[in-house]
């Protein structure tokens, strides 16, 4: 036998690696997509079945076919199982690593026992082959109606499959908004200060809209009470501390590589006044509703207090401190 006897598994070969270069160098790339879908769905289960059942007479091509894709399916999620217990774990990389080595070694394998058969199967793609499988002239006119049906049903699934695949509906809209303690990790919040001090955390913003988006942020200093007699949040004082804004593009969230901040800044504040507060940060997309006039610089008496309410329901996206404040 010469290399046209092993053409099949000589392309799945040179494709698996073709993948893992576009990977590499075009991640973007339409071929990579549907490349993709093979090298997943087909593929593994291809060169394993090759490898188990080298002799023509040990299955047809329809058996194969289905065994192959049915075989995949099962192979993939096996190696995904066997990463999650290794330090590489279930991503990109090892995954892709680890399915080339497979659909090599059992490509290798496949034409070792394909050398070695008595009788071997060695696919060739020709109408009279077709023709010669479905055993198309003595098929009823019923046969082969549901045969081309069958067919047309199947050419369907997969171009729509593939449709699916790569043209991916976008994923989850939302926006990471979060406060970190000065030396950048979720902890040592300045919870207790004297009057007049100065206290500084990270505050963050990443936008995953899929849009440009400007964003509003309100600073308010709040000192509340809740009634559980008759479950109502009671705002006693309410003084609007800071306003700022900026517009972000869409950032991609990368499941891939290690979280990175999209914007951040030092924000430092002071609180003159005694007593148990909270300083809620208030983020707002697009437009900032509108404010009434204070009373004497405090709006707790005007309709603003329905911004604090609505962020204690969730409805408003916001940030929370619990600070206790001191007289020197």
Known sequence: MNLRDY????????????????????????????????????FPGYVFITALFPEKKELDNLERLALSFGLSIAIVPLIGLGLNYTPWG??????????????????????????????????RISIEKLKEELEWEKASKLDKALTVILIIAIISSVATLGYVITHPKPGEKFTEFYILGPEGKAADYPTELFVGENATVIL?????????????????????TYNFTTNETVIHNMYLVDYFNVT???????????????????????????????????LFKDERPPLPSPINGDYAQTNATQRILDAIEGKIQALKLNIEVREI
């Open 90 to 123: 279930i991503r990109l990389i090892p995954i892709l690593v680890s399915l080339t080595v497979f659909n090599v070694i059992f490509a290798f394998i496949a034409i070792y026992r394909r050398a070695n058969a008595i009788e071997p199967w060695i696919p």
């Open 204 to 224: 963050g913003i990443a936008n995953h809209e899929y849009r440009n988006v400007t964003y509003h942020v309100e600073v308010w200093l709040v000192n509340l």
């Open 248 to 282: 972000l593009p869409h950032k991609p969230v990368d499941i891939e590589g290690n979280w990175t901040p999209q914007w951040e800044t030092n924000y430092t504040f002071t609180i003159n006044k005694p007593g148990k507060w909270q300083l809620w940060f208030l």
């Open 7 to 42: 053409w099949d598994l000589i392309t799945i070969i040179a494709l698996s690696l073709l993948l893992d270069f576009l990977i590499a160098f075009y991640p973007d790339s339409l071929l990579r997509k549907a490349l993709g879908l093979a090298f997943v769905l087909f």
